[in-house]
T-cell receptor, first 114, second 111 residues
Framework: DVKVTQSSRYLVKRTGEKVFLECVQDMDHENMFWYRQDPGLGLRLIYF???????EKGDIPEGYSVSREKKERFSLILESASTNQTSMYLC?????????????FGPGTRLTVL | GDSVTQMEGPVTLSEEAFLTINCTYT??????LFWYVQYPGEGLQLLLK?????DKGSNKGFEATYRKETTSFHLEKGSVQVSDSAVYFCALLFGNEKLTFGTGTRLTIIP
């Protein structure tokens, strides 16, 4: 089975701190994604990566950056955390096979910014 | 742009009741359609999918049929259990592009 792991289940940070959220997948998938999940808004895509060292902006990239130095690892960075970035963050990976492929999700990191 | 509209929750049902969660989509062309489920404290996992018109996806007693004429992909289950309590997300995908999710429907089943 595909396994996607995230470095923390719960995280509490202060406004202005730099925050790193790590995601690792063990199935050699090419594509990786970062979403945030908020009540009433569903999942919104922050950034995604088609392959190593590649990144694309999603729907809400402002205030975030990403890093993908190795195929299995995709990091989300909050350069200066703000209270409106309090949310659940979900990482996912996928091996593209022509449009019907499945995304596999990690368990999520619930981030609180005070 | 592409979008997915789900019925608003929360939905509360008694055990063994019939479940329908409505999902309609707006897209140019014919996307693949998905239902994902998120159990308490967990990430999302794929429940079922359909890749073309009239396809029926099924898993764990849940079913959904890809209806091109009504641009819908409603989720149904004949007899729900307490263990089905979760948040359900409808989503669409074009080619190798990104998934577009609905806002999610929280389902609670009462014994």
């Amino acid at each position: 089975d595909v396994k996607v792991t995230q470095s923390s289940r719960y995280l509490v940070k202060r406004t202005g701190e730099k925050v790193f959220l790590e995601c690792v997948q063990d199935m050699d998938h090419e594509n990786m994604f970062w979403y945030r999940q908020d009540p009433g808004l569903g999942l919104r895509l922050i950034y995604f990566s088609y392959d190593v060292k590649m990144k694309e902006k999603g729907d809400i990239p402002e205030g975030y950056s990403v890093s993908r130095e190795k195929k299995e690892r995709f990091s989300l960075i909050l350069e200066s955390a703000s209270t409106n970035q309090t949310s659940m963050y979900l990482c996912a990976s996928r091996q593209p096979t022509g449009g019907t492929d499945t995304q596999y999700f990690g368990p999520g990191t619930r981030l609180t910014v005070l | 742009g592409d979008s997915v509209t789900q019925m608003e929750g929360p939905v509360t049902l008694s055990e063994e009741a019939f479940l329908t969660i409505n999902c309609t989509y707006t897209a140019t062309g014919y996307p693949s359609l998905f239902w994902y489920v998120q159990y308490p404290g967990e990430g999302l996992q794929l429940l079922l999918k359909a890749t073309k018109a009239d396809d029926k996806g099924s898993n764990k007693g849940f079913e959904a049929t890809y209806r091109k004429e009504t641009t819908s992909f409603h989720l149904e289950k004949g007899s729900v259990q307490v263990s089905d309590s979760a948040v359900y997300f409808c989503a669409l995908l074009f080619g190798n592009e990104k998934l577009t999710f609905g806002t999610g429907t929280r389902l609670t089943i009462i014994p």
